[in-house]
């Protein structure tokens, strides 16, 4: 059974960091374009960032691009998000997502899911 374990989210005042863990229980992890999205509530589920399977150039949403940085550790099976200078608007649930090859930024192409872990930014 494939699974996907989220960490690290949390209750931060706006300005502050924090890094998400994602944990892939999948022994061909290299394999596997990792993605991020967050859903807000009353909002769609939306594309946050990606990497490929190899750990190329990650992708991000213009949201975060410049404040966010994705990254992988194959050996460790397990994708990262760090998440800089948070502000209110990144309050969402966080979740990984995972798909074999190619990267993608549609979450529709994502077959694997993890719960999700709660990020919170204070004003």
């Known amino acids: 059974q494939q699974q996907l374990v989220e960490s690290g989210g949390g209750l931060v005042q706006a300005g502050a960091s924090l890094r998400l863990s994602c944990v892939y229980s999948?022994?061909?992890?290299?394999?596997?374009?990792m993605g991020w999205f967050r859903q807000a509530p009353g909002k769609e589920r939306e594309f946050v960032a990606a990497i490929s399977g190899y750990g190329g150039t990650p992708y991000y949403a213009d949201s975060v691009k410049g404040r966010f940085t994705n990254s992988r550790d194959n050996a460790k099976n397990t994708v990262y998000l760090r998440m800089n200078s948070l502000k209110p608007e990144d309050t969402a649930v966080y979740y990984c997502?995972?798909?074999?090859?190619?990267?993608?930024?549609?979450?529709?192409?994502?077959?694997?899911w993890g719960q999700g872990t709660q990020v919170t930014v204070s004003s």
């Open positions: 999948k022994r061909t992890f290299s394999n596997y374009a």
């Open positions: 997502a995972a798909r074999p090859h190619l990267v993608s930024y549609l979450k529709n192409e994502y077959p694997y």
